[in-house]
Structure formats: structure tokens, C-alpha cells
């Protein structure tokens, strides 16, 4: 069975330091990898996602994500924080042919001013 | 539609009524899916509908839980003779394709009182 980790419930940093949301997982094959944002009172929003090819994938505002085969691994990553993304962030991953993607259970980020 | 519409918004029902809840998926998506987010919870797989198939209902957690996709579009949840326990938000999500990521509704707010 798939499962997926997110260890921290709350990721605390300040704006313009960078960030890590850490995410952890175990699938029987080739993973297929995942990240949402979800802000207040919303649906989730696409942010990246890993199937094959390089490890360092880039998504939308500014995020990036790097896959680590060895570790299982799959953290979220920006540069430089900004208020706006405090959000929460789910992970989530599918095997290869597997259809049903398993979430993490979220990490509230908040980027204080 | 431009993106997952999902209806009600908000719903707060008494306990022992049935409810139901409505997902209307982009417009060409062949794959649908519902997922319960509760507080503090990720989030939990119910159903999914891909194309004409027979629905993968395994994550639907009892016989009061039902849904149901017609004409491969529209879908609709149902929730018979409702629990305080019911009470969540349900997502609805639509893919073209499993890896090209799902699109999230904006949810449905149940609460059972």
C-alpha cells in the first residue's frame, strides 16, 4: 500500500528566508509525485509534480520540489518566502498505473512579516 | 466549465436526514474523484470514476455513502441518514489524465448538527 508523510504540522519562517516542507512516501514502483496548496476556504491548487526525467522540478510561484530515489523523499522548496504563501500544503503520491493518489496530511505554512 | 464546480458551498443538515452534494468536473475530464478533508485530517479517498468503468469504491467508509457519475459527467455524493461524524469538507477533483495532475473543487462544507 501507498502512504505518504508529512512530518511537520506547522512550518514557522520569516519572509525572505527559504523554505522547506519536508514530505516522505512508500509506493511499490515508480512513484508518481505531487504538491498542493490549498489557501483558506479553497479547493487545492496544482503546484508540481514529478513522474520521470529530472529530479528538480519546478512549479508555479516559485516553488520547486526535489525527488530523492534513495530517501524517498519528495520536499518542497522556495528560495525566498513571501506572506502570501502561507497556505497549507499537501503531498501526495500514486505508483505508476495506480490511479488513487494517497495526500499527506498537510503542513500549515506561515511566512511571518 | 473553466474549472470544478461543486455545490452547495455549505451545508448544515440534522443528524438522521440524507444529504446530497454535486460535482460538475471540466469539461472533458474523463477521471472524477471525491476525498473527505476533516479537521486536522488530509485527505481520505471515497470514490473515483474513470470514463464508463465500474467506479473504484473503496474508500467509501459505509453503506450510507453512496455516488454516482452520469452520462460521465456531472457526479453526485450521497449521504444517507447523516452522522455527526459525516460532518467535513468534500473535495471533488477531475483529470484528464493521472499525470497531468487533478483539479480541485472549491468543496462542500457539511456539518451535522
Known amino acids: 500500500a501507498q502512504s505518504v508523510a508529512q512530518p511537520e504540522d506547522q512550518v514557522n519562517v520569516a519572509e525572505g528566508n527559504p523554505l522547506t516542507v519536508k514530505c516522505t512516501y512508500s509506493v511499490s514502483g515508480n512513484p508518481y509525485l505531487f504538491w498542493y496548496v490549498q489557501y483558506p476556504n479553497r479547493g487545492l491548487q496544482f503546484l508540481l509534480k514529478?513522474?520521470?526525467?529530472?529530479?528538480l522540478v519546478k512549479g508555479s510561484y516559485g516553488f520547486e520540489a526535489e525527488f530523492n530515489k534513495s530517501q524517498t523523499s519528495f520536499h518542497l522548496k522556495k528560495p525566498s518566502a513571501l506572506v502570501s504563501d502561507s497556505a497549507l500544503y499537501f503531498c501526495?503520491?500514486?505508483?505508476?498505473?495506480?490511479?488513487?493518489?494517497?495526500f499527506g496530511r498537510g503542513t500549515s505554512l506561515i511566512v511571518h512579516p | 466549465g473553466a474549472g470544478v464546480s461543486q455545490s452547495p458551498s455549505n451545508k448544515v443538515t440534522e443528524k438522521g436526514k440524507d444529504v446530497e452534494l454535486r460535482c460538475d468536473p471540466i469539461s472533458g475530464h474523463t477521471a472524477l474523484y471525491w476525498y473527505r478533508q476533516s479537521l486536522g485530517q488530509g485527505l481520505e479517498f471515497l470514490i473515483y470514476f474513470q470514463g464508463n468503468s465500474a467506479p473504484d469504491k473503496s474508500g467509501l467508509p459505509s453503506d450510507r455513502f453512496s455516488a454516482e457519475r452520469t452520462g460521465g459527467s456531472v457526479s453526485t455524493l450521497t449521504i444517507q441518514r447523516t452522522q455527526q461524524e459525516d460532518s467535513a469538507v468534500y473535495l471533488c477533483a477531475s483529470s484528464s489524465q493521472v499525470n497531468y495532475g487533478y483539479t480541485f473543487g472549491s468543496g462542500t462544507r457539511l456539518t451535522v448538527v
Open positions: 514529478y513522474i520521470t526525467g529530472d529530479n
Open positions: 501526495a503520491v500514486n505508483p505508476g498505473g495506480s490511479y488513487i493518489p494517497t
